[in-house]
């Protein structure tokens, strides 16, 4: 990128065009613009551009046929979208084919600079990131996280470029791979990192409790509210807010989770005065969030706004050759705080876990580490100190057989039941664990002739 950034920007309107103009020569970029698509595709062709940003609404050649053509000649190129506010599903549909961002019509000059400088930390970022895998001959190394596996060095390679941008992550992954560790690894390394670091697991509020979790309450606004409360927003205030299963949070909440991202601003729960906010979000969830967008649970704005830069971690079973290192650490973790003189793992006990499936990953790992240094009364871990749990039914069906005597038909009405009893009776949980969506196992249920049980929480 040269010193500085050059922008090309396509809007038909002579006076918004010479104000965007203005602005982003004030703030330090070189800025080219023109006032239709067929003129920037002559200007793209001959020189070599940082960035655009261009109108959708354009005379002759639209902005999406722009988009189009742009993408396919240089598709890395970020391309942030102008436009007005009744026509975000445009906008959103042009994220589709590739544009990197939008800003809603009226903007203020400062929010456009703002997405601006946002994209191209960004791309600066996936442009670095291109080789990642050939440039991992530096080792990541960071607290509490043990990951000498090529896999999961990728992850920190990730984290080292993300961290120190104000760019929103959205963290993938089962339950139990980490996600937590590298949050926190991301804020402690960001220049937030002396700012507050607010985690929130959405999976474990209750829906109606979970607005007022996040966006804080007036006194009155229900019953029960005796008083105000901020928050965990502005509680994350100049700092990092971690929301753990995003999947789950329902959509009317998803609208004000978009507001926050685009303008940076809410109201608590029965308020009216309208609270400013500098919060950067690192979002994960264990679900397929593309998925939910067709199942229309999660919005598309919002799923494009969180997706910035993804981090996908690796389940411990396609990186066991971390597991030495990670068994070894909780060991020693557990050995003292126990006061125990245990000082290693013997080949034996090490295969055993070596050869298990971990469908509960790192933490199902750190719980049998420690639940054996508990036990043991011995200096080192053997096989009878490590309680491994029997396969699930869900870890069954990855195998090619079902068990003798039993129909692909009675496998899943067992492990329909058997998800529920391991939830106890909450289908949220269930649903996740079988990989279904809520309404997916009401079905299922009502199929097998079992109750519908009132949800648990």
Not at 139 to 159: E, F, G, P
Not at 318 to 344: C, Q, V, Y
């Amino acid at each position: 990128m040269s010193e500085k950034p050059s922008i090309l920007v396509v809007e038909d309107e002579a006076k918004m065009r010479r104000l965007i103009e203005l602005e982003l020569a004030d703030q330090g970029f070189r800025a080219q613009t023109v006032a239709d698509a067929e003129t920037a595709l002559k200007l793209v062709n001959a020189n070599q551009f940082d960035l655009i940003v261009t109108d959708l609404k354009l005379p002759g050649m639209s902005g999406i046929e722009f988009l189009q053509t742009v993408k396919r000649a240089n598709a890395a190129i970020p391309i942030i979208i102008m436009t007005a506010f009744g026509t975000v599903e445009s906008a959103v549909e042009a994220m589709k084919i590739g544009a990197s961002d939008y800003v809603l019509k009226p903007f203020s000059l400062a929010e456009l600079v703002l997405v601006i400088r946002k994209e191209l930390a960004s791309h600066q970022l996936r442009e670095e990131n291109r080789n990642l895998r050939e440039a991992l001959g530096q080792r990541y190394k960071y607290d509490n996280i043990v990951a000498q596996s090529a896999k999961m060095q990728a992850v920190l390679a990730l984290v080292e470029r993300v961290a120190p941008t104000n760019s929103t992550v959205l963290l993938g992954g089962e339950s139990g791979v980490g996600k937590d560790l590298i949050a926190r690894a991301i804020h402690q390394h960001s220049n937030r990192a002396s700012g507050p670091f607010v985690k929130i697991n959405s999976s474990a509020i209750p829906e109606t409790l979970l607005e007022s979790e996040l966006f804080g309450y007036e006194k009155g606004a229900f019953s029960g509210a005796t008083g105000s409360k901020p928050g965990k927003f502005e509680l994350a205030d100049k700092g990092t807010l971690f929301l753990d299963e995003i999947g789950d949070v329902p959509p009317a909440i998803q609208v004000k989770l978009l507001r926050v991202l685009q303008e940076r601003e809410f109201e608590r729960l029965g308020g009216t005065k309208t609270l400013k906010v500098d919060v950067r979000l690192i979002a994960a969830t264990n679900r397929d969030l593309r998925a939910a967008l067709e199942e229309g649970t999660f919005r598309e704005d919002l799923y494009y706004r969180l997706n910035v830069v993804a981090i996908d971690i690796p389940p411990l079973r396609d990186h066991k050759e971390d597991i030495p290192a990670l068994a070894n650490f909780f060991l020693e973790k557990f050995a003292g705080e126990s006061g125990k003189p245990i000082r290693g793992i013997t080949p034996a006990a090490m295969k055993l876990l070596l050869d298990f499936h971990w469908p509960g990953n790192v933490r199902e790992l750190e719980n049998i580490i420690e639940r054996g240094v508990t036990l043991s009364a011995g200096s080192t871990l053997d096989v009878e100190d490590i309680h491994l749990d029997p396969p699930s039914p869900r870890a069954v069906a990855g195998s090619a057989a079902l068990p003798a005597g039993m129909t692909l038909d009675q496998w899943e009405d067992d492990a329909i039941r058997e998800a529920l009893k391991q939830a106890n009776g909450n289908k949220s949980q269930a649903a996740r664990a079988l990989g279904l969506s809520r309404n997916a196992l009401r079905y299922r249920l009502s199929k097998i002739g079992v109750p519908d049980p009132p949800e648990k929480e």
